[in-house]
Each structure stands twice: as C-alpha cells, then as structure tokens.
Nanobody, 119 residues
Framework: QVQLVESGGGLVQPGGSLRLSCAAS????????MTWFRQAPEKQRELVAA???????NYLDSVKGRFTISQDNAKNTVLLQMNSLKPEDTAVYYC?????????????WGPGTQVTVSS
C-alpha cells in the first residue's frame, strides 16, 4: 500500500506561483503513474498533470505552458510547479498513485491541498 501526502497549497494572487509537493511512502512499484487531479466546487474532478515512472508527462490543455510536473525519485516526491495562476485554477488538488500488477490496478489518493487564486 502507498500513502500520499500533499503540501504547498495556499492563497495566491492571479499571476502568482505555487509549488505543490506529493510525498509517497510505502510499497512503491518500479512502474507507476503519478497524477495531479483537481476538483473545484460543484465541478467534476479533472486530471491536471501526470508523470510516469519512465518520465513521460501529460497535461490538461488549459495548464500547458503554465504548469510543470516533475519527480524526485530519491525522495519519492512528485512536484507540480504552477505559474501564471488564474482564478479558474482554484480547486482542491489531489495526488494520485497508480500501478498495474497482474492486470489489477492499485491506486492511492492523498487527502488534498487547497489552492485559491484570488486578489
């Protein structure tokens, strides 16, 4: 089982930056995907950015060029650098870990961290 803890959320003005961190612990597979999701009030949860154990990345169209996902394998940490933040980026951000073993998907979620973009 893998445990996740997010940090780095907060209140920032439009145009500002935040860096979210997701620390993973437990039985981490060699092959996995780490994903940042977000959920705004009364909206569905959406994928923001993902990175695989091999380093491949994927982004939500609306954050391309503004957000960067990266990982520090030595620290079992995934980072989400968010620049040029907009009010529509306001949401609770969740970290997700997933891996497939023998055809079965195993996933873990962090408790989430609030990001508020407002003047």
């Amino acid at each position: 089982q893998v445990q996740l803890v997010e940090s780095g959320g907060g209140l920032v003005q439009p145009g500002g930056s935040l860096r979210l961190s997701c620390a993973a612990s437990g039985s981490i597979s060699r092959i996995y995907t780490m994903t940042w999701f977000r959920q705004a009030p009364e909206k569905q949860r959406e994928l923001v950015a993902a990175i695989t154990s091999g380093g491949s990345t994927n982004y939500l169209d609306s954050v391309k060029g503004r957000f960067t996902i990266s990982q520090d394998n030595a620290k079992n940490t995934v980072l989400l650098q968010m620049n040029s933040l907009k009010p529509e980026d306001t949401a609770v951000y969740y970290c997700n870990y997933s891996t497939v073993q023998d055809g079965v998907t195993f996933a873990s979620w962090g408790p989430g961290t609030q990001v508020t973009v407002s003047s």
